[in-house]
């Protein structure tokens, strides 16, 4: 079974400008979630989906980050402008239904905003 | 807020003898909790999780211990290999929350 798959791994960026992150989930998971992982931290969630709609996103800067998920399957998480605090590695992870099943992660996109 | 942690931040151990990593939790209304094991470059991997109701779980080579009392748990891995060395974290959950991932613990196994 193929797992969470992220690209890019790696994007170095200046502050101010924009970047976006691509996930595409094991194939018949309806949930997605977006983490950032800030070095020596652990993962924080930034948003939850249940298929193409938006569970949670409290915890999500709306200001510079958005995210989508358009028709259930791929997802992708945009910074604009980026910040030096954004420097993280931004985590996909996908479960079959809902929070309590088991969430499989990606390897991740390390960002660093120079 | 609610917050899970942990005690050691780094554990080095004999490569054969037993690890103990800690977590401490805050929220006692967490009904279940995950301990993941993250190597180096990739994203967090289950290792085993535990329900409230109860107070031990035993995987392979893997032992999580729950006690409500002292808001506390705790992972034991068995007979420490070198391909045990990641960083652990625990992370706690209440019933229609998001996931709350401690700081997480690196264990080195020496040989």
């Known amino acids: 079974e193929a797992g969470v798959a992220q690209s890019p791994r790696y994007k170095i960026i200046e502050k101010r400008q924009s970047v976006a992150f691509w996930c595409n989930p094991i194939?018949?998971?309806?949930?997605l979630y977006w983490y950032q992982q800030i070095l020596g931290q652990g993962p924080k969630l930034l948003i939850q989906f249940q298929n193409n709609g938006v569970v949670d996103d409290s915890q999500l800067p709306k200001d510079r980050f958005s995210a989508e998920r358009l028709k259930g399957v791929d997802s992708t998480l945009k910074i604009q402008p980026a910040k030096l605090e954004d420097s993280a590695v931004y985590l996909c992870?996908?479960?079959?239904?809902?929070?309590?099943?088991?969430?499989?992660f990606g390897p991740g996109t390390r960002l660093t905003v120079l | 807020g609610e917050s899970v942690g942990l005690h050691l931040p780094t554990l080095s151990v004999q490569e054969g003898d037993n690890s103990i990593i800690n977590c401490a939790y805050s929220?006692?209304?967490?009904?279940?909790f995950i301990w993941y094991k993250q190597e180096s470059g990739k994203g967090p991997q289950f290792i085993i999780d535990i329900r409230s109701n109860m107070d031990k779980r035993q995987g392979q080579r893997v032992t999580v211990l729950l006690n409500k009392t002292v808001k506390h748990l705790s992972l034991q891995i068995a007979a420490t290999q070198p391909g045990d060395s990641a960083v652990y974290f625990c992370?706690?959950?209440?019933?229609?929350?998001?996931?709350?991932f401690g700081p997480g613990t690196r264990l080195s196994a020496l040989p």
């Open positions: 929220n006692s209304a967490s009904d279940y």
């Open positions: 194939s018949g998971h309806a949930t």
């Open positions: 992370a706690e959950n209440h019933y229609g929350q998001n996931f709350v």
């Open positions: 992870a996908s479960s079959f239904q809902g929070l309590r099943n088991e969430q499989f």
